[in-house]
């Protein structure tokens, strides 16, 4: 398909399309620019091949033949689509050949302080595409149609999609050399620092984001406060890297926003057939979001087309389908996926005006083949009541013209509500679990987490249950008995388990740190001096790489401790742990 991404690891800067000769490479070529982004492609239509990868900038940055084959097909949108001029819309794809490096240190940094839902991808790539289609009679097809795609593993498209609304028409104008000085700028970025606000130069305009943190509150709008008197030009300010504009999204769904909330929260298989590639990755990009804070455990493709790699798993009828969020503009996948549960149709969006016409629910049984009506189509039978209040507040501010953005802040706060008040006794309960700091001591191994028991947990829900926090009614305890059974618990409780683990190591490190090691070494053999030793590199080499929650002081008073305890041993066995 092309000859510009060959295996290899990344090169110096050089010119496009071409590894850079002479220079000695620097230690770490374009960290700084694949701290943000894998790579840049470009995808044209070429008459005898088709969809091709015309071009990849870091030149030698390292795709297989599967990766390019998917990000070809789906940089296009179908013939199904029809879309002319401009459009924008994003998918992601399964890495192949599994994770070719080993984790960086800066990434391991940025995800031990980014919320969960917001963490890099360890296996599997965002595309975020600008496709252009024109008419130009100098091609032979009549049209120019090319794409210009950004590959990363972060889930910030609110900040890509601006990103690409900068540098795509001044692409599609200057091609190459345009795209290099881009990616040049790009590489003089600073890494994303969870609950930082950055000012990030391109193409002579300043984005100003705000990475989120783990510790940021959902309320807090960090940017409003940030100065940039100084700074010219004036920064392009977006509100966030991330969030899409709910309300737009699912104005065509906001009468079964609900249903969908449960949907996504227990993990269910559903597809999602629009319009477009543009509607499709924004509705499947909303509902994976609407679960926030929790991780969306579950695979999802915003958009997918018959020529996925992947396409034969999804649709196969000889087993069940797969957790999965499917995005598609073919109605094709209406009689290949009608035995999947839950489908989707949704309509052309509504550009101004009321509400469009908002879908129902409608049995599996009524899906047709062909020109299949806007809708639900499930027998799932939500847990909870509809809340008709919030949908009356939505329609009231639509009715004043109320800012979009208030909107979606409205709906946004009622589904973070919704499932913070539905995560909540599940925190409680795991925290019960921890074993009591004062149980922790230096020269014996941490204490065990206790088992979660899910009849013990339910019970629970009597007295520090959902109805604490949130006005809904509806049966709460059967949503979480499916919850249990889902991929979210699992993902969940696996994570909170992990942190819980962490934590108490950290506090056993910081119980050695505390104690009499002195005291302790008196009458000890050799063996075991050397065994702490080992131990306490292992804890403290986990703690420098941000594997575990310890302050610098703790880390400072571990090497002093190793310090002295090597120190007490013969000469021989000092040098075999220190050797020079």
């Keep these: 398909m092309d000859a510009l991404s060959s295996a290899g690891s990344r090169p110096a800067r050089g010119r496009l399309g071409a ?16 701290a943000w982004l894998e790579c840049v492609c470009v995808v044209t239509f070429d008459l005898e091949l088709g969809q091709a990868l015309e071009l990849v900038y870091p030149s030698d940055f390292r795709l297989t033949d599967k990766e390019k ?36 240190a800066n990434d391991r940094h940025y995800d031990s302080g980014a919320p969960v839902s917001l963490q890099k991808e360890s296996s599997h790539y965002f595309g975020y595409v600008y496709f ?39 692409y599609f104008d200057k091609l190459a050399p345009c795209l290099e000085a881009v990616c040049n700028e790009i590489d003089q970025w600073p890494a994303p620092e969870p609950g930082q606000t950055l000012n990030l130069p391109v193409v002579g305009v300043i984005l100003q984001v705000h990475v989120p943190s783990r510790v940021d509150k959902p309320d807090c709008s960090p940017l409003k406060q940030c100065d940039h008197e100084n700074l010219l030009p004036t920064p392009l300010v977006l509100s966030s890297v991330h969030e899409l504009d709910l309300f737009r999204c699912f104005q065509p769904v906001l009468t079964q926003v609900q249903t969908l909330w449960e949907l996504m929260l227990l993990g269910e298989p559903l597809v999602v057939l629009a319009p477009s590639p543009a509607v499709s990755s924004e509705m499947v990009l909303a509902l994976t979001s609407c679960v926030q804070p929790l ?16 396409f034969k798993e999804f649709t196969t009828r000889t087993q069940a389908p797969p957790n999965v969020v499917l995005g598609v503009t073919n109605p094709f996948f209406i009689k290949t996926l009608q035995h999947w549960p839950h489908i989707l149709r949704v309509g052309e969006p509504k550009l101004s005006g009321g509400l469009p016409k908002q879908v129902k629910l409608k049995k599996p049984s009524r899906l047709k ?35 979009p953005g208030a ?47 899910q009849e013990d947990f339910l019970r629970s829900l009597d007295h520090a249950g959902p109805q604490l926090t949130c006005i809904l009614k509806g049966d709460w305890l059967g949503l979480y008995r499916r919850f249990f059974k889902s991929p979210h618990f699992d993902g969940w409780y696996r994570q909170r388990r992990k942190e819980m683990v962490r934590k108490l190591e950290a506090l056993h490190l910081e119980a050695i740190c505390e104690a009499n090691i002195e005291s302790w070494l008196k009458g000890k053999s050799e063996v075991e001096v050397v065994d702490l030793v080992l131990k306490l590199r292992e804890k403290l080499v986990r703690a420098q790489g941000h594997q575990l929650p310890v302050k610098k002081e703790t880390l400072y008073r571990a090497q002093l401790n190793i310090e002295m305890v090597i120190g007490s041993l013969p000469k021989d066995l000092q040098a075999v742990l220190c050797p020079r």
């Design 19 to 34: 590894p850079s000769s002479g220079a000695q490479a620097p230690a770490a070529p374009w960290a700084r620019f694949s």
């Design 407 to 453: 909107l979606a802040g409205l709906l946004r706060a009622h589904l973070l509500e919704l499932t913070q008040s539905f995560v909540i006794p599940l925190e409680h309960y795991m925290a019960s679990l921890m074993p009591l700091q004062k149980s922790v001591t230096p020269w014996k191994a941490p204490p065990q987490i206790r088992p979660f028991h």
């Design 132 to 170: 252009r289609q024109v008419k130009d009679n100098s091609v032979k097809r009549g049209y120019f149609q090319k794409s210009l795609v950004l590959v990363s593993r972060l889930p910030f498209v609110r900040l890509f999609q601006a990103l690409l609304g900068l540098i795509a028409p001044e």
């Design 295 to 310: 991780k969306f455990c579950c695979d999802y493709r915003p958009y997918f087309t018959v020529h996925d790699s992947e």
């Design 369 to 403: 083949t062909l020109d299949t009506k806007p809708g639900l189509y499930t027998a799932y039978t939500a847990h909870l009541h509809r809340d008709k209040a919030l949908l009356k507040r939505l329609l009231g501010g639509l009715q004043k013209k109320r800012p």
């Design 69 to 104: 084959s998917s990000i070809c097909y789906l940089s296009f949108p179908d013939s199904h689509s029809g879309c002319l001029g401009d459009t924008q819309f994003s998918f992601r794809i399964r890495q192949c050949g599994g994770q070719r490096s080993p984790w960086p």
